[in-house]
């Protein structure tokens, strides 16, 4: 349970809003939007189907939209613990530049916007998708398994899994393999990450009561599962090439990427108890970052020449 009170936004100088339109854009978490928006793209963009550009930029927008408004919906909820943890100290609900009621009235109104407009200019089973996955992230996630459960990064994860589902099916109106292979890397992926950064942030995370992994079943425990983790992330990284979607070029690429990833975790495991530096984390957290946006990226490359060799042999 949380050691901060809610309450605490209700104090006088916290009722006299100080936003500016860089604070309503930090409220959509622009660093996450970003992976958002691009796997979302890989997803649409190797779908087998011809695309209208026009379609595509309208359902990436609508996409990015969503998965600000699930940031904006996360730190109207976690405004109590994101003032105590210097990782999020500086958000703007959290400083009372912006009030908790208008990110939870910014943050429905952009929800309701995003799958609208997917739906009418794309299909109803991506903005479906999308409504599931902000549900998801902000009521699931954020109001019960992160304070609730050490899992919570391992279920909640799914929701930052989802875009490349949501991009193929606003491309093509269904659900394949492709997509949820593409799923399951971020989804595997998304342990080792946040767990790398809660290695070297659990002073933060004990102080508000989050159960984070280091903190409930202590920093050994928790590096042998960042590996475990890894080691299955490396694997399926590779299978896109094995199922035919991508060629042996992407495999390569892919094969190399998880050896680096799994390099970094091995000296995460081997780190010493009394780290206080966690060098060794604080590379892993960097490398996971790098790894998933090449993954993407080589599929979304080797997606393209693929294309391009297709269209000169016709």
């Not at 459960?149 to 929701?159: E, H, L």
């Amino acid at each position: 349970m949380a050691l901060v009170d809610k309450h605490v936004f209700d104090e006088p100088g916290f009722h006299v809003s100080e936003a500016t339109p860089a604070d309503y854009f930090a409220l959509l978490k622009p660093r996450v939007m970003s992976l958002v928006i691009f796997t979302a793209f890989v997803g649409m963009v190797t779908a087998p189907v011809a695309l209208n550009p026009f379609q595509v930029v309208i359902a990436v927008l609508a996409i990015a939209v969503g998965a600000g408004a699930s940031g904006a919906l996360n730190m109207w909820y976690d405004a109590d613990i994101d003032r105590v943890m210097s990782r999020t100290a500086g958000r703007p609900v959290a400083t009372g530049r912006i009030q908790p009621g208008e990110a939870l009235v910014f943050g429905i109104v952009l929800s309701a916007f995003s799958v609208v407009t997917l739906g009418l200019l794309a299909n109803w089973l991506s903005a479906a998708l999308l409504a599931f996955t902000i549900f998801f992230y902000a009521v699931v996630y954020t109001m019960w398994l992160k304070r609730s459960t050490p899992q919570n990064i391992v279920i909640g994860g799914a929701a930052g899994a989802f875009p490349p589902i949501i991009g193929w099916a606003a491309a093509t109106g269904s659900v394949a393999i492709e997509p949820l292979i593409m799923f399951l890397i971020i989804f595997l992926w998304t342990p080792p990450h946040f767990w790398a950064l809660a290695l070297f942030k659990s002073d933060d995370y004990g102080r508000v009561g989050v159960p984070m992994m280091p903190n409930v079943a202590g920093h050994a425990s928790t590096r042998r599962q960042i590996f475990a983790y890894t080691a299955v992330v490396a694997l399926v990284g590779i299978l896109p090439w094995v199922i035919g979607q991508a060629s042996i070029v992407y495999g390569v690429v892919a094969a190399l990427l998880g050896l680096g990833f799994v390099r970094s975790a091995w000296k995460v495991l081997r780190m010493a108890d009394d780290d206080v530096v966690m060098r060794p984390a604080k590379a892993l957290f960097a490398y996971s970052l790098l790894y998933l946006f090449a993954i993407f990226a080589a599929l979304l490359v080797d997606s393209g020449v693929a294309r391009l060799v297709g269209a000169l042999g016709a």
